[in-house]
């Protein structure tokens, strides 16, 4: 039961490093669909209704209230961080360690940007008129999301991960430019989409 | 490590298909991190007892390291390469691909 009966090939025990390394991998990091696709989902319906609601020019394009449209977006992102948490706890049960330390220490990163972020965004949405408000909340949440991203990308040395984060950061500074209605729809298409589509095709490198 | 003539012996301790398939496991893990016992079990698809034993014979070479503690008052064993085992195990592979450039199987 305890050693291999024969003595195996170099090929043999060449392919076996192989493909127990990869196998390994794909197995601590779970499957990459789930890790994107959730927020590309997410982003998808609740920056299309809340483009329906702006309009590109100033009219509404389906009876949606803003308030109707940012729930979709918060119910979106809900399951999606449900996703995240199944991740943390499914990690934290198979290791431990520096890895395990650097991971926590960024989801209080993420917790205390956005904690900061509805502060600020809470004290001036009042002053600005309704579509300058929505923009505020949407474009600073996707500044926080795309510098998070890249210092993940930095944090486990993930160049997909921080290509993701520069991606958001230049489709949300493009949107900001044009306004809330550009802004939504750029974000649903070339956020939205972009991660859908990003989710299956990390999925099918790995 | 070794010259084109000269054919590299192999770690008894990892030439064991089990136990290689064990150290290529704990190798993809970083420096400071651990595996538990029994995600390795589930990955490696082995069972319980003949995981020990393997680990046992990795632990008395010093290429791995075992950690005993508690969650809550779940015992949860950790294990570990230890450097000697990272080191041990670069050395394999680049003794097996040695090996097979000799046998003018590789590119």
């Not at chain 1, 949405?125 to 008129?129: G, I, Q, V």
């Not at chain 2, 993809?28 to 400071?32: E, I, Q, R, S, Y």
């Given at each position: 039961m305890v050693d291999d009966e024969r003595t195996p090939s170099p090929e043999e025990m060449l392919r076996v490093i192989e493909e127990q390394s990869v196998a390994t991998t794909r197995w601590l990091r779970g499957d990459p669909l789930f890790l994107y696709a959730p927020w590309g989902v997410a982003w998808m319906l609740g920056f299309t209704a809340l483009f329906l609601h702006y309009?590109?020019?100033?009219?509404?394009?389906?009876?949606?209230?803003q308030m109707q449209a940012v729930g979709v977006l918060m119910a979106g992102q809900l399951v999606a961080g449900a996703f995240v948490a199944y991740g943390i706890v499914r990690m934290n049960k198979t290791t431990r360690g520096d890895s395990n330390a650097r991971g926590a220490m960024f989801g209080y990163a993420w917790f205390a940007g956005f904690a900061l972020m509805v502060v600020i965004c809470s004290r001036m949405?009042?002053?600005?008129?309704p579509q300058e408000s929505g923009l505020l909340w949407a474009g600073s949440s996707l500044m926080l999301v795309a510098t998070l991203y890249m210092a993940g990308g930095a944090l486990f040395h993930n160049w997909t991960f921080f290509f993701f984060g520069v991606w958001v950061a230049a489709v949300n500074t493009l949107g900001v430019l044009l306004g809330a209605g550009w802004h939504a729809l750029l974000t649903a298409v070339l956020l939205g989409g972009g991660y859908i589509v990003a989710g299956v095709l990390v999925r099918r490198r790995s | 490590m070794t010259t084109d003539n000269t054919l590299p012996e192999l770690d008894p301790v990892i030439h064991a298909q089990a136990r290689l398939r064990v150290v290529a496991a704990l190798n993809?893990?970083?420096?400071?991190d651990e595996m538990a016992f029994n995600a390795l079990r589930k990955l490696l698809g082995m069972t319980a007892g003949n995981l020990s034993v393997h680990l046992t014979k990795l632990e008395d070479a010093d290429y791995v390291r075992i950690n005993k503690t508690h969650r809550g008052r779940t015992p949860v064993t950790f294990v570990a390469l230890t450097t000697r085992g990272r080191l041990a195990f670069e050395d394999y592979t680049k003794a097996i691909r040695t090996l097979l450039d000799n046998a003018g199987g590789a590119t």
């Open positions: 309009g590109l020019d100033g009219r509404s394009y389906a009876p949606i209230s949405s009042p002053l600005l008129p | 993809v893990l970083g420096d400071g």
